[in-house]
């Protein structure tokens, strides 16, 4: 199902993360995933995320689909070339796959491969643009192929960036290219979200407000210093600090952001970053 | 040495749509070897440029646009001239339209393409590099190049991870490249360049042309040495 008829349905859209592990011993991801289908309407499947090799978000997502759980297929430009993108869509679709989110991809300095090849030679924009080809029944080359695939396409914006404005001609630009949602980098600011949404408000795409579990204060100072556009105020900080009982803390915090920011967008994406036992619980304290 | 070709004339048009007034630039280095930008191609491009209704403020043909310092010292007496018109028309590689722009706060266009030699840069090291793509963007980008100013060579846009200007690769030396362009063109009244989707680069571009290989651009002693197996330098 693609998350494009829930929108239309009018329905506030919530997914959350499944994590494929490095290796191919999947019973552990496949119980946080179990833990979790009757709750959210999706599973993002990270590709290789932060540039650590991992079992691939292709074989994962169609894992999912195969035991009826949706599947969000990460796709990112950093390892595959355009001629293997465009392989990968295509073998998505015939495995059922209907859901892509189109990312740029972290450079690999961030992973466990240094020495990798970054391949980037699509970006986030031509990778929208390439499914959007190919859904016109043509490759990036102009040809002509057999069957086309239809897939709802999404893509990722960061609201927290600085400056906000190449952001948001970017975002333009994946919506010309075919996103038809997107998902944000986690926001712990709702004036902040309001005034984002407030700017994008005309482009008339679903955003899903991305929400960050906090398992500590220190976690939240390491992303304050080392996650692009990601702030976490004081505040919050020193209520996790305080905290008898941080987990308890954690699910009040990311309940209470998400019940002050659902009314202002239509979704949320939810990582909780091992801490997959606390969403539902975080679902009810949102009202969700 | 950098090898560069001339745009059609039908884009370096459409770089120059809504202005009027137009600098020509170009080089006794490269440029003048390659027969794409040297004192003869600039009058060739002013009359053809007139021709199509432009009004050509002025022109001048420096030795090594490559060359920040000369640049400054030789574009010094054309002040008024550069001042009186809407843009620059720089008619050389990737390199020198990137100093041109970064030297004079003027809309810069290139006129050519800079073909690849496999990997050279120009003759003076200055911070500016050209990947020699064989397309050149530098129109949409403000005169700075996203293939080599961006550590994933984006072309349509910064990406999520940049921190404070910095890039997520090695922040602490590295500027995010995107973030320069999106100021550069800020600062020319150009965003809406940003706007424009760039299609995936021709990576067979990037490959240097078969029929470069066993002339002086490819190597000075490349003839001799084939003919030869000589490894001494030939005569051109
Ligand atoms: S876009 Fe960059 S790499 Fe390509 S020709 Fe221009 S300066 Fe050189
Ligand atoms: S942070 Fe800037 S320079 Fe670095 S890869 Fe992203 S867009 Fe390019």
Redesign the pocket.
Known sequence: MKLSELFNDGKFVITTEAGPPKGVDVERMLEDVELLRERVDAFNVTDQQSSVMRLGSLAVSALLKRRGIEPVFQVTCRDRNRIALQSDLLSAYVLGIENVLCLTGDYVSLGDHLGAKPVFDLDSVSLLLTASRLQEGYDLAGREIAGSPTFCLGAVVNPGANPLEPQIIKMEKKIEAGARFFQTQAVYEPERFAAFMKQVEGFGVPVMVGIILLKSAGMARFMNRNVAGIHVPDHLIVEMEEAKDRAEMSVEIAGRLIREMKGLCQGVHIMALGWEKYVPTVLDAAGL | MLVSEQKPLEEILRSLEGEGRVFLLGCRGCAEACQTGGEKEVLAMKETLEGAGKEIAGWAALDFLCQKGLVKTGLYPFEDQIVSADSILTMCC?IG??VTSSVVGKVTH?AC??ISLGGSRGEWWGSER????G????DLTGGI????ACTKSLINGPCGGARDGRCEFEPEVRECGWQLIYERLKKLDRLHKLREISLPKDFARMQPPKDLRGTAFWSLGQRQEERTGDETLGTL
């Open positions: 990737g339209v990137q290139p393409n800079t050209c990947l020699e793509c397309d050149c963007l530098l190049c996203p293939l080599t």
